[in-house]
């Protein structure tokens, strides 16, 4: 999707084609800037894949167990899915950040710092919604049982990106108000002062799919200084 001079392109964290996506859209606009749906704290073990900083105990209580446990939840669910491909959770943002690097490319992180979110999860995800998450986790890895059927090697057609995210949203009300609502909002801020800030540059912006028609409409709508983000 494109607004001003912005270029928002989405993709799965997981998907070969993603990585021809970013491969194919940084060749052909030789963006300026390309801003990534990451914070620092995610960006560091991501390039440093055995250097993480694991999580003790006080980092627990300050994102709060809940948060922990569905990020322990998440990334091996991820891991599980990317090694059904063969691609490792990421790694079109790696493209990106290497191709920036060999261009001479400005990075730009647009994400909520992960406590942030994480302890926003903590505090908001209910009982009811707890349940519904563990027996949908059994009734993937267990039963085998799938709700939408897509090939997971490419990004989602808008159709079902729609889907799920709607499943999402009936499903875990507060869930996806703090991982999609409130995350959209908080990039489509940063995004909006990036290209105010920088109006002269081609801005190249790279999120997960579902997250960027959101996003250009909040764009609009938001009502910023220029100042520099």
């Known amino acids: 999707m494109k607004y001003k001079n912005l270029t928002l392109i989405g993709t799965s964290h997981i998907a070969k084609q993603s990585l021809e996506d970013v491969e194919n859209t940084i060749n052909e606009l030789k963006p300026d ?6 914070d620092k704290k995610r960006l560091y073990p991501l390039l440093n894949k055995e250097k993480g900083r694991k999580i003790g105990f006080k980092d627990i209580l300050k994102i709060g167990v809940k948060g922990y446990l569905f990020s322990l939840i998440g990334a091996y669910v991820e891991k599980k899915l990317g090694q059904e ?30 406590e942030v979110t994480l302890r926003r999860f903590s505090k908001e995800f209910s009982w009811k919604e707890r349940f519904r ?3 949908d986790i059994i009734k993937a890895f267990v039963l085998r049982k799938k709700e939408i059927e897509f090939d997971l090697r490419k990004v989602p057609e808008k159709a079902i990106i729609d889907k799920l995210i709607k499943n999402v949203k009936q499903r875990y009300p507060n869930l996806y108000k703090v991982l999609i609502e409130e995350r959209n909002d908080y990039m489509a801020s940063k995004l909006a002062r990036i290209i105010s800030f920088y109006e002269d540059k ?8 579902g997250h960027e028609e959101e996003m250009v409409n909040l764009i609009k709508k938001k009502r910023v200084d220029v100042v520099r983000p």
Do not use: R, T, Y
């Not at 063969?86 to 001479?104: D, F, R, Y």
């Open 33 to 38: 800037i390309i801003c990534l749906e990451l």
């Open 85 to 114: 491909v063969g691609i490792a959770p990421g790694s079109e943002m790696i493209k990106a950040i290497e191709l920036a690097k060999k261009n001479k490319i400005q990075i730009m992180l647009i994400d909520q710092d992960i």
């Open 133 to 135: 998450f563990l027996w």
């Open 202 to 209: 081609k801005i190249m912006a790279i999120v997960g799919a």
